[in-house]
């Protein structure tokens, strides 16, 4: 048995320690609730990144590209998600380490020559995002395995403010649809045997499963419509969506197109938007917490997406997972470090997990951000991830329809991925990549308030942007 923290030994002592830890965590969750709210009221205008130098950093984009091409090319299934504390790395792991390290010396690079700022990375919008990454790398401190923590939370910190860096140089709406659509291309190309095969078997939605790419070809849609170009880019957006496959994606979507309606100047239309959002939440929350009440729906939709009943009923394996997760943590108040529910074997009870589900049940993740945040972190990590959906709502609400609609489809597939609560993945790319748009197209006539206001006058649209460099 592995050799917990001093938070654990706590957490698994005496009842009455563990009542003490539990009123205590409850009153640091609240403090941490109250120093993000101020932080989110009073820190929130901050001044956006100011750059004196635009245009597409190309080595960053072979840098994403790069590491992109090798999860997918050398990335290997693990049987044993233990295998990795031992020293058992294949070359995937190895690759990803060399790819992490080259965006790591290029992001110092950056910040010494005095292109970026780091205090630039606590400005809004970033500021409530690099808070939570701060907390994910203290908590390797106190986590069940500190080495995999720390080296994942630096990972993610590097991949973000990248990120940043990247997507703050480009100063127009087309330039980041034109990358997103180029990474999710890449994402085809990378996979192009696997879909042959999806293909001549008949598999078309989810032939290239994928949990994290409907939330860049969803983007690449909505956000794509604000260019000249917003056929092509609509078109590669849907394509991405359906090729990708994931059936918790599909409400998401239907409920983000209801928020977009609501921005609509439209009494009607707002009305439809408002109630219609309401509507799709309150079916997902009622098929999450009871899917046999829905057999009728499930039918219906199996045959639609080519998918088996049997996933629609089980997640996919997510009630399991999700159950397995929070019985082994919910008296864990400070979590067991970011990235620690892919080992949750390690505090024991898994024999007998098996032996009730009749096979060995392997966990490599939470598959829901607001479970991850609380196993990394635990209260503290649940109310960062609440505030950071509250930061990018606010702050993406300012400029209308297109970007709130990415952002709120981002919070809601969280219910089924990690997300923003997990390792650097596509939906943290597509995450800083709206963020900078919204920054990059502040003005009172915003290319992305015109998805849905057509009505409105109409400037001159060649594919650039209409806002103020930034």
Same mark, same amino acid.
């Given at each position: 048995?592995?050799?917990?923290?001093?938070?654990?030994?706590?957490?698994?002592?005496?009842?009455?320690?563990?009542?003490?830890?539990?009123?205590l965590?409850?009153?640091?969750?609240?403090?941490?609730?109250l120093?993000?709210?101020y932080?989110?009221?009073?820190?929130s205008?901050?001044?956006?990144?100011r750059?004196?130098?635009?245009?597409?950093d190309?080595?960053?984009?072979?840098l994403f590209?790069?590491?992109?091409a090798?999860?997918?090319?050398?990335n290997?299934?693990?049987?044993?998600?233990?295998?990795?504390?031992?020293?058992?790395?294949?070359v995937?792991?190895i690759s990803?380490?060399i790819?992490?390290?080259?965006?790591a010396?290029?992001?110092?690079?950056?910040?010494?020559?005095?292109?970026?700022?780091?205090?630039?990375?606590?400005?809004?919008?970033?500021?409530?995002?690099f808070?939570?990454?701060?907390?994910?790398?203290a908590s390797?401190?106190?986590?069940?395995?500190?080495?995999?923590?720390?080296?994942r939370?630096?990972?993610?910190?590097?991949?973000?403010?990248l990120s940043?860096?990247?997507?703050?140089?480009l100063?127009? $709406?087309?330039?980041?649809v034109? /990358? #997103? !659509?180029?990474?999710c291309?890449?994402?085809?190309? &990378?996979n192009f =045997?696997?879909?042959a095969?999806?293909?001549s078997?008949?598999?078309?939605?989810?032939?290239?499963?994928?949990?994290?790419?409907?939330?860049?070809?969803?983007c690449?849609?909505?956000?794509?419509?604000?260019t000249?170009?917003?056929?092509?880019f609509?078109?590669?957006?849907?394509?991405?969506?359906v090729?990708?496959?994931?059936?918790a994606?599909v409400?998401?979507a239907?409920?983000a197109c209801?928020?977009?309606?609501?921005?609509?100047?439209?009494?009607?239309?707002? $009305?439809v938007?408002c109630?219609? /959002? #309401? !509507?799709?939440?309150?079916?997902?929350?009622?098929? &999450?917490?009871? =899917?046999e009440?829905?057999?009728?729906?499930?039918d219906?939709?199996?045959?639609?997406?080519?998918?088996p009943?049997?996933?629609?009923?089980?997640?996919?394996?997510?009630y399991t997972i999700?159950?397995i997760?929070?019985?082994?943590?919910k008296?864990d108040?400070?979590?067991?470090?970011?990235?620690?529910?892919?080992?949750?074997?390690?505090?024991?009870?898994?024999?007998?997990?098996?032996?009730?589900?009749g096979?060995p049940i392997?966990?490599?993740?939470?598959h829901d951000?607001?479970?991850s945040?609380?196993?990394?972190t635990?209260?503290?990590?649940?109310?960062?991830?609440?505030?950071?959906?509250?930061?990018?709502i606010?702050y993406?609400?300012y400029?209308?329809a297109a970007?709130?609609?990415?952002?709120?489809?981002i919070?809601?597939?969280?219910?089924a991925v990690?997300?923003?609560?997990?390792f650097?993945?596509?939906?943290?790319?597509?995450?800083?990549?709206?963020?900078?748009?919204?920054?990059?197209e502040?003005?009172s006539e915003?290319?992305?308030f015109?998805i849905?206001?057509?009505?409105l006058?109409q400037?001159?649209d060649n594919?650039h942007?209409h806002a103020?460099?930034?």
């Amino acid at each position: 048995m592995h050799d917990v923290g001093w938070i654990d030994h706590i957490q698994r002592g005496s009842s009455k320690g563990a009542s003490q830890l539990s009123a205590l965590s409850i009153f640091i969750g609240l403090l941490a609730f109250l120093c993000f709210l101020y932080i989110e009221i009073a820190k929130s205008s901050l001044g956006i990144p100011r750059l004196r130098k635009h245009g597409c950093d190309f080595f960053v984009v072979f840098l994403f590209l790069g590491d992109s091409a090798q999860y997918y090319l050398l990335n290997t299934g693990r049987t044993d998600a233990l295998a990795i504390l031992t020293g058992d790395f294949n070359v995937g792991n190895i690759s990803a380490a060399i790819w992490t390290t080259a965006a790591a010396l290029y992001l110092g690079f950056v910040l010494l020559v005095g292109r970026f700022r780091i205090e630039w990375f606590f400005r809004a919008p970033y500021l409530s995002i690099f808070v939570m990454i701060l907390l994910y790398l203290a908590s390797s401190t106190w986590s069940i395995v500190p080495l995999f923590t720390l080296y994942r939370a630096c990972e993610l910190a590097v991949w973000v403010g990248l990120s940043v860096y990247f997507f703050t140089r480009l100063d127009s $709406l087309f330039s980041t649809v034109l /990358f #997103l !659509s180029v990474y999710c291309t890449t994402w085809v190309v &990378l996979n192009f =045997p696997v879909l042959a095969e999806s293909l001549s078997q008949g598999i078309v939605f989810s032939a290239i499963k994928d949990n994290f790419l409907p939330a860049v070809g969803f983007c690449v849609a909505v956000l794509g419509w604000g260019t000249r170009f917003r056929f092509w880019f609509c078109v590669l957006g849907m394509i991405i969506f359906v090729l990708a496959g994931s059936a918790a994606a599909v409400p998401c979507a239907i409920a983000a197109c209801f928020v977009g309606l609501a921005f609509n100047r439209n009494v009607i239309f707002k $009305l439809v938007g408002c109630v219609g /959002f #309401l !509507s799709a939440l309150a079916c997902m929350i009622a098929y &999450l917490w009871a =899917p046999e009440e829905f057999m009728g729906l499930i039918d219906f939709v199996s045959g639609i997406l080519q998918k088996p009943t049997a996933e629609f009923l089980t997640a996919t394996g997510r009630y399991t997972i999700w159950s397995i997760i929070w019985d082994a943590t919910k008296d864990d108040y400070f979590g067991l470090g970011f990235g620690s529910d892919r080992f949750i074997q390690l505090l024991g009870g898994m024999a007998e997990v098996n032996a009730r589900f009749g096979s060995p049940i392997i966990v490599m993740s939470a598959h829901d951000a607001a479970l991850s945040a609380w196993t990394a972190t635990g209260w503290l990590g649940v109310v960062a991830l609440f505030f950071v959906y509250v930061a990018g709502i606010r702050y993406c609400s300012y400029d209308g329809a297109a970007a709130t609609m990415a952002v709120t489809f981002i919070i809601l597939d969280g219910l089924a991925v990690p997300g923003l609560a997990g390792f650097f993945s596509p939906v943290w790319l597509t995450w800083i990549a709206v963020h900078s748009t919204v920054a990059t197209e502040k003005s009172s006539e915003s290319v992305l308030f015109k998805i849905v206001s057509p009505e409105l006058p109409q400037n001159a649209d060649n594919g650039h942007d209409h806002a103020a460099a930034i």
